[in-house]
T-cell receptor, first 114, second 112 residues
Framework: EAQVTQNPRYLITVTGKKLTVTCSQN?????MSWYRQDPGLGLRQIYY???????DKGDVPEGYKVSRKEKRNFPLILESPSPNQTSLYFC?????????????FGEGSRLTVL | GENVEQHPSTLSVQEGDSAVIKCTYS??????FPWYKQELGKRPQLIID?????GEKKDQRIAVTLNKTAKHFSLHITETQPEDSAVYFC???????????FGKGTTLSVSS
């Protein structure tokens, strides 16, 4: 089944404790991206990647890192989480190398930072 | 930078009525206009999209219209059903082609 898989789905952590949210897609998509969803703010892009080893900042990259060592994986790293990073995070992928085609979203990862 | 405004933020209709959600955008170079539906606790999923060389596109009960001159596009849902209740997001492709810029969403409630 074609899908984007994120883990963990739910996580409660404390300020400063490094964490990684994994994202994997099995559709051989070139483009991958991370969005965060906050009430009243919609979906905002954190980072994106157009190809292996090619990543760039989106609109709200502060406090996050990403890597794209393999085509299928695009982990989101929070080196020192803070409470303002409490949010619902979505990984998404798209067939082309641009982010302006259909996005396929993962199921979301709800992160709480205490 | 690119921006998209979505209205209304909430919309309540009776089953069978029509619903219209409108988005306006600032960048005249935008040429891709999708709509996503997010049911409660689920992921956003594409329901319909339109490219700038087309003025209207229909898929059963949903349609999207685009007015490039006025820089707005709208989602139309006819004969609404309770399962249409969800949050709907419009989006535009940014000029660099690196992202979709999403509106803040419209919560549609369809009561039977």
């Amino acid at each position: 089944e074609a899908q984007v898989t994120q883990n963990p789905r739910y996580l409660i952590t404390v300020t400063g404790k490094k964490l990684t949210v994994t994202c994997s897609q099995n559709m051989n998509h070139e483009y991958m991206s991370w969005y965060r969803q906050d009430p009243g703010l919609g979906l905002r892009q954190i980072y994106y990647s157009m190809n292996v080893e090619v990543t760039d900042k989106g609109d709200v990259p502060e406090g996050y890192k990403v890597s794209r060592k393999e085509k299928r994986n695009f982990p989101l790293i929070l080196e020192s989480p803070s409470p303002n990073q409490t949010s619902l995070y979505f990984c998404a992928s798209s067939l082309g190398q641009t982010g302006t085609g259909e996005l396929f979203f993962g199921e979301g990862s709800r992160l709480t930072v205490l | 930078g690119e921006n998209v405004e979505q209205h209304p933020s909430t919309l309540s209709v009776q089953e069978g009525d029509s619903a219209v959600i409108k988005c306006t955008y600032s960048d005249s170079a935008s040429n891709y206009f999708p709509w996503y539906k997010q049911e409660l606790g689920k992921r956003p999923q594409l329901i319909i999209d339109i490219r700038s060389n087309v003025g209207e596109k229909k898929d059963q009960r949903i349609a999207v219209t685009l007015n490039k001159t006025a820089k707005h596009f709208s989602l139309h849902i006819t004969e609404t059903q309770p399962e249409d209740s969800a949050v709907y997001f419009c989006a535009i492709g940014n000029q660099a082609g690196t992202a979709l810029i999403f509106g803040k969403g419209t919560t549609l409630s369809v009561s039977s």
